[in-house]
DNA sequence: CACCGATATTCCTGTTAGGAATAGGTGGAT
DNA sequence: ATCCACCTATTCCTAACAGGAATATCGGTG
């Protein structure tokens, strides 16, 4: 028995976009993509371009973002924002619903945990490279945290910026002990 | 023009399933499951049941795991393992390519990030329960690490349960730290 | 021996990821 | 002015992944 899927609730994805528009206002759906992937990309995911469309297609559907059509010389220009039906949702989806514990898709970590066959020094290289992305990370977060600044209307993304830098931090120091580790265990 | 696909590589899940079969030997379908429910989940995913079938079904295909099957009663019982193919295919990978940048799925940010649809209390609210899965979290790996002892055979994913014991206690500081500026950020 | 829970496999559907193809617009160099 | 490179914008196609339901056997307990 099909369970009438009819109005499916959006998935999570479906909410960030709705935030994200909630955050900026009026955009087209490659705007939309620039946006995650310079705030979405750091704490949820960089959703590829054909997903954002059909998410927006789907959210237009379900009432949640509205769309206008312009024509702009030979060329049909969409721009996407979030209804009242939708802002009504999303903040429903905020205030409610148990919230997922984070997952974490770690190359890094799982290099390490089949260290048994290659041994102890390619999970140390694998280390150094990551040190240095981390490295590039926190900097791309501090810039970010900068042009944040101190207004109000982003203070919640500033929140996360710095919640960010902190956590890359960390990795930074994960990285050293893990490596003491693996030098200590070399046989 | 395709790319001539004929021999795909694995993907990176792919490689994690024939790196647990090096861990643990043959094994069935399900087994592979049970244990990547406890040890992949942690840092990388845990595939769907359906998942590990068909990619255990691909990986047989490419000749990079073994399969024999029994018949026990009235039933077919598969049991897979790696093959030399898939061995040296394994440690070929783990020995090159670039490594990604860890992918986090952070529902917690995500609140957080959208606090301007709610106001500070809620967030302050996720952060709490967030606390408690932390904690448990973190007796579950504490419960992991205690099995696996001082066995040499384990001491990569022993390294990998401290990692993310560590990991979670400081994500417990950054709850903490979070959550004051959020009280201080109240009107 | 009836039942329950763990083991084991298969199927089906929907969502997400990723890349490539297409095409108009804009600004700079020649 | 015109050619080129790059940015904006949309669409399409395929593979990977998630999730649940259906099925069936086995092992033990009351």
């Known amino acids: 028995m099909l369970p009438m899927p009819g109005q499916a609730p959006p998935s999570v994805t479906g909410y960030a976009l709705l935030g994200l528009l909630s955050?900026?206002?009026?955009?087209?759906?490659?705007?939309?993509?620039?946006?995650a992937d310079r705030t979405l990309r750091f704490f949820w995911v960089a959703p590829a371009m054909s997903h954002v469309y059909s998410e927006l297609e789907r959210l237009r559907t379900a009432g949640l973002v509205a769309q206008t059509v312009a024509n702009r010389g030979g060329r049909r220009l969409r721009r996407y924002?979030?209804?009242?039906?939708?802002?009504?949702?999303?903040?429903?989806?905020?205030?409610?619903?148990?919230?997922?514990?984070?997952?974490?898709?770690?190359?890094?970590?799982?290099?390490?945990?089949?260290?048994?066959?290659?041994?102890?020094?390619?999970?140390?290289?694998?280390?150094?490279?990551?040190?240095l992305q981390l490295n590039g990370r926190i900097e791309e977060l501090r810039a970010i945290r900068g042009r944040l600044g101190t207004d109000p209307h982003f203070q919640y993304p500033a929140m996360v910026a710095e919640w960010g830098i902190r956590l890359y931090q960390e990795e930074l120091a994960s990285v050293e002990q893990v490596g003491s580790a693996l030098v200590e265990a070399d046989p």
Do not use: C, I, N
Request: proline share 5%; hydrophobic share 40%.
């Open 81 to 131: 924002s979030l209804s009242e039906r939708g802002e009504r949702v999303l903040k429903a989806w905020l205030s409610a619903g148990q919230v997922e514990f984070p997952v974490l898709k770690h190359e890094v970590v799982l290099r390490l945990f089949l260290g048994h066959l290659t041994g102890p020094d390619r999970p140390l290289q694998v280390l150094d490279a990551y040190r």
């Open 23 to 35: 955050l900026r206002g009026e955009m087209s759906g490659y705007g939309l993509k620039q946006l």
